[in-house]
């Protein structure tokens, strides 16, 4: 158990729709970082949080938005959705950011576009 | 930004043999890191091994050793003595400034 936890575990969806994604770090980690899985694609990075605020976007689509709480836990939001959303949708938490690549995952949240 | 390269098709490897996962990197960044991650078939990352581009030894962690070869821009995985719960998904990834990037993955089979 990574400590991270993420919410729901499995989500159909129908598209054009909205869904949350909801994490909640591991305790004392500051950050939040978010990855989408698919199978073509890899592990893309989407974006991390330090504190409540952002500090790395990556290949996120202007679709979708994120956002870290003060109490620390994290939402990614998926609007409009579209077929190719269908993926398995990480998070990962780290007391501060790293470069020793050392991060904590969650069990991911499966998402069916359908 | 980094970019990180596994061009491998899913590996086979006889249990208890040295099997290596090959991984290849680009980046204009002075100081990084690369690491591997497996992913077994229940889905979740598992953090094994981390390389700082600065480090002088190769990373050894176990059973897992990383091959970081700089001017070849290389960061191969060596797991020796290949056991049967080591089929899985590995990442290799880079990372700096707190941005960490990771490969498409390979999979690897051990076949008893």
């Known amino acids: 158990d990574s400590g991270v936890t993420q919410t729901p575990k499995h989500l159909i969806t129908a598209t054009g729709q909205r869904v949350t994604l909801r994490c909640s770090p591991r305790?004392?980690?500051?950050?939040v970082y978010w990855y989408q899985q698919s199978l073509d694609q890899g592990l893309q990075f989407l974006i991390q949080?330090?504190?409540?605020?952002?500090?790395a976007k990556g290949n996120i689509l202007e679709r979708f938005s994120a956002q870290q709480f003060p109490d620390l836990h994290s939402e990614l939001n998926l609007s409009s959705l579209e077929l190719g959303d269908s993926a398995l949708y990480f998070c990962a938490s780290s007391l501060s950011g790293t470069n020793t690549g050392e991060l904590f995952f969650g069990e991911g949240s499966r998402l069916t576009v359908l | 930004a980094q970019k990180i390269t596994q061009t491998q098709p899913g590996m086979f490897v006889q249990e208890k043999e040295a099997v290596t996962l090959d991984c290849t990197y680009d980046t204009s960044d002075p100081s990084y890191g690369l690491f591997w991650y497996k992913q077994p078939s229940s889905g979740e990352m598992i953090f094994l091994i981390y390389q700082g581009s600065y480090d002088q030894q190769n990373a050894t962690e176990g059973r897992y050793s990383l091959n970081f070869q700089k001017a070849r821009k290389s960061a191969n995985l060596v797991i020796s003595a290949s056991q049967l719960g080591d089929s899985a998904m590995y990442f290799c990834?880079?990372?700096?400034?707190?941005?960490?990037?990771f490969g498409k993955g390979i999979t690897l089979s051990v076949r008893p």
């Open positions: 990834g880079g990372g700096a400034n707190s941005k960490l990037t």
């Open positions: 305790s004392g980690d500051l950050s």
């Open positions: 949080y330090y504190n409540g605020e952002e500090r």
